[in-house]
């Protein structure tokens, strides 16, 4: 299944590791604990997020207007998700050339390899329902796989986590894995009883496999009871809202099917349709922009981690494991949108790839492509937000993503959300104002961890403070205090001639004290 996402990390981020293997993570997630009720979660202290994007409603409407023209694509559908709502959607062009039939939001595109997350999310319900575990031997589930012959003799023995995360040592099957998307069962069953050839060893590195994902779907058939289209759309495409999303494209609507093309010999041609059957499970899909929207929305429900109750088809936690990526490799030659060195780290984690650019900014999600189609969206956990679009023209990015990530988050001056500050993080922060003034020996007692004065001593760290504050001049104001997690935080003193930056962190003890403080001070310009 041939997609944008795979593209940029094969080709731009080289997700490929080292000649090592890594054990991944295969932990169950089906356990209760306990948990303070008193922490905070992190919110958008200022949110216009909203209003910021939809003020650029029509320049985003022009870019994938003139991306239609330039890649000579009949019609596309896009949408812009800002927590659970979709706040814009649009079409151009056609979705029948025959009938000249407009495309519009509710247009039933074929989505490719966007499908392989959904098999995944299957796969991870079933791991939280203790039906299966990401360890288990794939064989445990396709007898024939016992007798396959891997490339090896050190090779380990092919488990779920290695089909999730596409490190089986499988080739990568495109466009070969495209055509494979009718095949009843028997040819996957056949195909693994004749010997997959491998082009790897498993556990070794990452390789696209569309093969694994088709796996995936029997052993969801093969656990569920029931085929893996069915447990799909029961447990998670009818409790999202997804009405609207099918298999096979005889069902779909008449007036809602997209047709799809090749662009050749200066002319649109029409692409045959492929019926749905065992390869579904790694590209088979057909949906809207506005009921993709609703998965779009579940995922990045997901952030931030907080105590609310679940309430979708699986645990925040586990979509948050799936967006992980589980073999990050170093981009060290990126570049941004106006050609300037940005490095990035990317991987693939369960049905989706991750990367974060040299600005800190996270991405996750996946593209698609079949002949007639290509689809990618992407979504920004910190930000809430979430891109896509459909086309139908063979293997073709459905839009200008580049361009309109930069609108988005490098022209719109968008905010994360902030941390609110611990109870105990506060406290500590106002003690230690307290402590350096004249440096108590009780309340360093009271506040300081037993390595505090064995790292550094009390003497050392007084004669420092005190060069400090010499420089420093007259205190005017203290800012507030900055929260990096429940116990580090940082905050600035402004003085009369500079700033005195303060660090500090906290131990892991049931009463958190002092293990670290870091006190430095920056003169105003000039100064």
């Known amino acids: 299944m041939k997609n944008q996402l795979l593209t940029i990390l094969i080709i731009s981020i080289t997700l490929m590791l080292s000649a090592q293997e890594i054990p991944l993570k295969t932990k169950s997630n089906n356990s209760s604990h306990a948990f303070s009720e008193s922490y905070k979660a992190p919110v958008f202290t200022i949110d216009d997020r909203i209003a910021k994007i ?18 000579n694509i009949p019609g596309i559908a896009y949408g812009i998700v800002v927590d659970g709502e979709l706040i814009i959607s649009s079409a151009t062009g056609l979705m029948n050339l025959e009938k000249n039939q407009a495309a519009t939001t ?15 999310l299957a796969i991870m319900k079933l791991r939280d329902e203790g039906k ?70 498993s556990s070794y590195q990452f390789e696209y496999s569309n093969t694994g994902y088709a796996i995936l779907g029997h052993i969801v058939s093969k656990v569920s ?8 759309d029961t447990n998670i495409l009818k409790p999202l809202g997804m009405n609207h999303t099918y298999w096979e494209y005889d069902v779909v609507p008449k007036e809602q099917l997209v047709l799809g093309y090749r662009w050749e010999d200066e002319q649109w041609k029409l692409e045959p349709m492929l019926h749905d059957g065992s390869f579904g499970a790694m590209g088979g899909l057909i949906t809207s922009i506005e009921d993709f929207s609703k998965y779009v929305s579940f995922h990045l429900s997901a952030w931030p981690p907080r105590n609310d109750k679940d309430s979708g088809p699986i645990k925040r936690s586990s979509l948050r ?8 490799t170093l981009n060290a030659n990126g570049k941004d949108i106006n050609g300037n060195p940005c490095p990035s780290m990317g991987g693939y984690g369960f049905g989706l790839g991750t990367s974060t650019n040299c600005l800190g900014l996270i991405q996750v999600g996946h593209g698609g492509a079949l002949p007639g189609f ?49 109870g105990i993080l506060m406290e500590k922060s106002k003690q230690i104002m307290e402590l350096i003034q004249d440096w108590n020996e009780d309340l360093g007692t009271k ?12 003497e050392r760290r007084m004669k420092e403070t005190k060069d400090v504050f010499a420089k420093a001049g007259k205190i005017n104001h203290v800012e507030s205090l900055i929260a990096e997690n429940q116990l580090r935080g940082t905050y600035k003193i402004k003085t009369e001639n500079g700033v005195v930056d303060v660090f500090f962190t906290l131990t892991p003890e049931s009463t958190p004290k002092v293990q670290q403080l870091d006190i430095s001070f920056k003169p105003y310009e000039g100064k």
Request: with cysteine.
């Open 54 to 71: 939809k003020s650029m409603e029509t320049e985003i409407q022009q870019m994938i207007e003139a991306h239609a023209k330039a890649s």
């Open 106 to 120: 509710k247009s039933s595109f074929r989505i490719a390899s966007m499908t392989k997350s959904f098999t995944a």
């Open 132 to 201: 299966l575990a990401l360890s288990d031997p794939a064989s445990k589930y396709l007898p024939e796989m016992v007798k396959l012959k891997y490339l090896t003799k050190d090779a380990p023995i092919i488990d779920i986590a290695n089909l999730l995360t596409m490190t089986a040592g499988f080739p990568e099957d495109n466009p070969w894995g495209d055509r494979q998307l009718h095949q009843p069962d028997q040819m996957l069953t056949k195909l693994i009883k004749d010997g997959i050839s491998f082009s790897n060893a």
């Open 225 to 232: 009871g029931m085929p893996f289209q069915k447990y799909i």
């Open 321 to 328: 494991e799936m967006q992980t990526p589980q073999f990050p």
């Open 374 to 422: 290509g689809s990618d969206y992407r979504f920004y956990p910190e930000y809430g937000i979430g891109i896509m679009a459909f086309c139908n023209l063979t293997y073709t990015s459905a839009y200008p993503r580049a361009k309109i990530v930069d609108l988005i988050f490098n022209t719109l001056d968008l905010k994360t959300r902030e941390l609110p500050i611990s």
């Open 447 to 458: 506040i300081l961890a037993e390595n505090f004065y064995l790292d550094k001593s009390r």
